[in-house]
């Protein structure tokens, strides 16, 4: 997969050498020096004739025509050099390895040196780099009848680095299993619904569990029935496939305390119930359970690193269908934590799953709470497909999600729970709570509501409505599922903690 050597060597067979390249007048050193003279010293002149671009994500490929011993150079245009991010880095090569995919080549090596600035070291790149590999390959593989020769890809990737080889082995590692993990979300998220039903959902979570060794308790709806989870049985009443309720636990420490508790909302596929989506808003609700594949990306990568933490994943899973037993408007029913809810709107069904999916998170000692769900529309008209709508009861730990967060290169955005937020949700005349309080603020007021049931324990609820899938392709992947927050979380675990 990775080869580290220290040093370049210009006569070293390659099919492709990689070299990044800023926009800066200086004539070229170092290496690009070297590259310089065998190119005839035309370098200057290709980037100024614009044959090598050098605005950041530019990729161009020139022949090297048997003038050094890789075959081809790849130069990653960086941009200006003081301005190049963490994150930038990782698109620009993103961008490189989709144009090697397309190119079809199996290996490549990368002088990792020329992508370096005062900002970011040999290791930063190094991570930038085997996390873009395969969150930029990433393809569903879908449905369609094939052909049957296998699509050349690439193999291997000699990497040029001067530095600790362990530590430079050790980036490259975590990049990767980081950015194949989040691949892992993306594909729960691409499945249609009937190829992923509650049941598949908890198999692939016992899967997880076997291969690393976590606990695993799947309820099934006589043990919720048992429990009094009144409201997440509620959602799966109008539907032939029975509920899950997935729990892993991954204990890194001595003992089961400072429990990071992470919620995901599972719907395997949304219709609304009696409320009933329209034509239109009902396509794509296939995704309604990357909430899920977030937390359980976040548990392959726990699984993969160990890192010395507690942590319980929970997941309510069903989908949310119409029949004669469904939830209907006007329902009241009792969630496990023993608060009565007058269902308004059936659509508003997360809200009633996460209810005692977070109730049950604290039943095993979750101490410090995330729920990450495909919640509301409402986030998207606030914030944007880009930006994930953020609410917290707990300044500090909101801080470490945010921290999280903006090292994971995906962006969060707080929204306030005032009081007068919290009143509304409470403002049924014949239960405790009401589940849709109307259309004003109604992100919100889908986070208000779970916080009734986080109460006084530290809690960030993450509504990934808007960013868990994307309508066109980008750097770092194709359209479709983004696996969102799954980068969030492990880091958010490996970084934590307690207060
Ligand atoms: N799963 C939807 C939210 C959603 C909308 C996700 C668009 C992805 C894209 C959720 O269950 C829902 O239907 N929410 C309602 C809540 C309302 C009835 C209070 C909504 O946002 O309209
Ligand atoms: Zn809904
Ligand atoms: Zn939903």
Redesign the pocket.
Known sequence: MFTIKNEVNLHNETEALVIGIFNQNQRPQGLLAEIDEALNHELLTLIKEGDIGVKAKQISKIHTLGKLGAKRLFFVGLGKKKKLTEQDLKEAFGSLFKEIQKSKLTEVSVAIDTFLTDNLDTYDAAYALSEAWPLATYRFEGYKKKSNEPEKSLEHVTVYADGDEQEISAALTVGFVYGKATNSARTLVNLPGNMLTATDLANYAADLAKKYDFELEILEKEDMEKLGMGAFLAVNKGSVEPPKMIVLKYQGKETWSDVIGLVGKG?TF?T?GY?L?PKDGIV??K??MAGAASVLGAMEIIGELKPEQNVVAVIPSTDNMISGEALKPDDVITSMSGKTIEVL?T????RLALADAVTYAKHHGANYLVDVA?????V?VALGMHTTGAMANNEEWFEQVLEASMEAGEPIWRLPIFERDKERVRSSKIADLNN?PGREG?AI??GAFIGEFAEDTPWVHLDI?GTSDTKSSHSLGPAGATGVMVRTLAILVERFEAE
Do not use: F, Q
């Not at 495909?374 to 409402?378: A, D, I, K, V």
């Open positions: 719907i949304d609304g409320s989506k794509g609700m995704t309604d709107n659509d508003a069904e997360g495909t919640l509301t529309g409402g998207i849709s109604h007021m889908g409505a």
